[in-house]
């Protein structure tokens, strides 16, 4: 059963989220927080293994709420919730480490899914929120598409073609699909490519294959 905690300044939203998560078989929420310096420590408290944290909340926001829980439980995976208009914050999370990005008006089976990915190591980044975050950088420089260039040559063929699918926001199972492959070994592919370019989550890998184009 995979232990959840909610944090969110509003309660019809955390309620929200807690029906839609509890209707999955495997999912549990344990505990709800309405600021961020309750969500550690009752993220603490009930060692649960996902925290979805949204980025704006009193007391502690979200980004320190998420650099704490790094030092308190370094085995937790936090999953953001973020909604249009939040794309600063979006950035400064993926420096805190992040392992996933949703939208506040997401799908029930995205929340899902992007809980069950957190869980297992995977990173989940919703497509729409990997195309806020490419449109908002600034134009790359010519040393910045040199160095990616660089990295992006120590992979493979076919992991190139894997991070390019990256870069357009698709999930594992589309990948899959696209190349003939199944999930699992995109998974793996996706696992290899992270740690060979030293980013942290997908969507650093799709800045460097935007860098490498120029844009």
């Known amino acids: 059963m995979i232990r959840v905690l909610v944090a ?3 309660p019809l939203i955390r309620a929200g989220i807690r029906t839609v998560l509890e209707s999955a078989p495997d999912i549990t929420v344990l505990a709800e927080a309405e600021n961020g310096r ?37 085995e937790l ?13 979006v950035l400064h999370a993926l420096q805190h480490r992040a392992a996933g990005f949703v939208l506040k008006n997401c799908t029930p089976d ?18 729409a929120v990997t195309r806020l975050v490419l449109a908002m950088v600034t134009p790359v420089t010519a040393g910045r598409r040199q160095d990616a260039g660089e990295r992006l040559r120590a992979l493979t063929s076919r992991e190139r073609d894997v991070v390019g699918l990256v870069a357009e926001g ?40 935007r860098d490498t184009e120029g844009r």
């Not at 979805?52 to 370094?74: F, N, S, T």
């Not at 995205?110 to 497509?127: F, I, K, N, Q, T």
């Open 77 to 89: 995976r936090v999953v953001v919730l973020t909604s249009f208009g939040a794309e600063p914050n």
């Open 8 to 10: 969110d300044d509003e």
């Open 170 to 209: 698709l999930p594992n199972a589309e990948i899959g699909r696209r190349l003939h492959m199944s999930e699992t070994t995109i998974k793996t592919y996706v696992s290899r490519i992270l740690t060979k370019l030293e980013c942290a989550n997908r969507v650093q890998a799709a800045l460097l294959v």
């Open 38 to 74: 309750t969500a550690v420590a009752e993220a603490v408290r009930h060692r649960v293994d996902v925290a979805l944290i949204d980025l704006k909340m009193p007391v502690l926001d979200g980004l320190g709420a998420i650099e704490e829980l790094r030092r308190q439980a370094p």
């Open 110 to 127: 995205e929340l899902v899914r992007a809980v069950r990915a957190a869980y297992v190591g995977d990173a989940w980044l919703s497509p």
